[in-house]
Nanobody
Framework: QVQLVESGGGSVQAGDSLTLSCAAS????????MGWFRQAPGKEREFVAT????????GYADSVKGRFTISRDNAKNTVYLQMNSLKPEDTAVYYC??????????????????WGQGTQVTVSS
């Protein structure tokens, strides 16, 4: 069983930066593709970014492309989401997720088998 714990959320002003971290335990982290998703109040959970098991391939939602960067450190069993130029519409609970089946990463929520508890990001204008 894989456990994922997010950290690094908080309240910031528009234009600020935040880095989210997700620490994994209980599995072989280097074998999993990882993803970040977010869910705003009253909205469905949506894809933000994904990274392959090796870190060599990454993908982003159009809404965050050029502002967010996903990365991973397999030696530390941790995946990161660097968020720059934050906007109020980035306000959401951010979740990390692990896929034990799609090694190259995936945009699709249903491809992920393990989820963290989420961390709140609030961006004020």
């Amino acid at each position: 069983q894989v456990q994922l714990v997010e950290s690094g959320g908080g309240s910031v002003q528009a234009g600020d930066s935040l880095t989210l971290s997700c620490a994994a335990s209980g599995g072989t982290f280097s074998c999993y593709a990882m993803g970040w998703f977010r869910q705003a109040p009253g909205k469905e959970r949506e894809f933000v970014a994904t990274i392959s098991w090796s870190g060599g391939k990454a993908g982003y939602a159009d809404s965050v492309k050029g502002r967010f960067t996903i990365s991973r450190d397999n030696a530390k069993n941790t995946v990161y989401l660097q968020m720059n130029s934050l906007k109020p519409e980035d306000t959401a609970v951010y979740y990390c997720a692990a896929s034990t089946r799609i090694y190259s990463g995936s945009f699709y929520l249903n491809d992920y088998h393990y989820w963290g508890q989420g961390t709140q990001v609030t961006v004020s204008s």
